[in-house]
């Protein structure tokens, strides 16, 4: 039971992580227009609050398998 919490706010901190990594260029559209390339949509950001909660959760996830305390 000690390890169970971390363990499981490790793997979804990654699977938001993944997720956010998967929909971060859904916004975004690309026109060629020969040698000219259009980039339109929102740019890429590292502050996208997938990234931002999902590291959250697994940076508290390994402290908290890492110290081995319980909540």
């Known amino acids: 039971?000690?390890?169970?919490?971390p363990i499981v706010l490790l793997i979804l901190g990654l699977a938001v992580v993944g997720y956010g990594l998967m929909k971060k260029d859904d916004a975004q559209a690309t026109i060629d227009l020969g040698k000219?390339?259009?980039d339109i949509g929102k740019p890429d950001s590292a502050?996208?609050?997938?990234?931002?909660?999902?590291?959250?959760?697994a940076v508290a996830?390994?402290?908290?398998?890492?110290?081995?305390?319980k909540l």
Do not use: A, P, S
Not at 1 to 5: E, I, P, V
Not at 61 to 69: A, D, W, Y
């Open 1 to 5: 039971m000690r390890k169970t919490l």
């Open 47 to 57: 502050f996208n609050g997938y990234f931002l909660i999902g590291g959250l959760l």
């Open 36 to 38: 000219t390339e259009i």
């Open 61 to 69: 996830g390994i402290v908290l398998l890492v110290n081995g305390k």
